[in-house]
């Protein structure tokens, strides 16, 4: 077995997609500035490690996504950008809880809790591209994949 990466940006991209929050959903970190109205989201990959297999002669792996929620922080009216913010993040996590292995083969589950490493969480901030600031809400999403490598004596 092997990492299906497409399946895991698909995943996730589409239940970002599907939740009916965001003007644009990408799967990469965008290389110019999101929209300038309503809620955006980007998709990628942010860390991704070894644990021990539920095999005896298999690895299991952690991969983490950062799914970053952005608004353009001159939206009006500005006490309107973080319940938008949270909101997002709101439709991401109950999406997640509610669908743990996102579908997708070899998923064993979302690691919504922390039982191998950091927990599904989000962490709120700002970001400026091309000359242009954003309020962020960064979730990071902890993806547990079963036996995915064989160790080979």
């Given at each position: 077995m092997a990492i299906d990466s497409v399946a895991l940006f698909n995943a996730l991209t589409s239940l970002a997609a599907s939740s009916g929050q965001f003007d644009v959903v990408t799967g990469h970190e965008p290389k110019a500035a999101p929209t300038l109205t309503g809620v955006s989201c980007a998709v990628w990959v942010s860390d991704l490690r070894a644990l021990q297999s539920s095999g005896l002669a298999s690895v299991s792996m952690r991969i983490e996504f950062?799914?970053?929620?952005?608004?353009?922080?001159?939206?009006?009216?500005?006490?309107?950008?973080?319940?938008?913010?949270?909101?997002?993040?709101?439709?991401?996590?109950?999406?997640?809880?509610?669908?743990?292995?996102?579908?997708?083969?070899?998923?064993?589950?979302?690691?919504?809790?922390?039982?191998?490493?950091?927990?599904?969480?989000?962490?709120?901030?700002?970001?400026?591209?091309?000359?242009?600031?954003?309020?962020?809400?960064?979730?990071?999403?902890?993806?547990?994949?079963?036996?995915?490598?064989?160790?080979?004596?």
């Open positions: 950062t799914m970053r929620v952005y608004a353009n922080m001159l939206q009006e009216p500005q006490d309107a950008i973080d319940p938008r913010i949270i909101g997002a993040t709101d439709a991401i996590f109950s999406a997640l809880a509610g669908n743990f292995d996102i579908d997708v083969n070899g998923v064993r589950y979302i690691d919504v809790f922390g039982s191998d490493g950091e927990q599904l969480r989000a962490t709120a901030g700002f970001a400026d591209q091309d000359n242009k600031k954003f309020r962020v809400m960064e979730i990071f999403v902890p993806v547990i994949l079963n036996d995915v490598y064989s160790e080979v004596a």
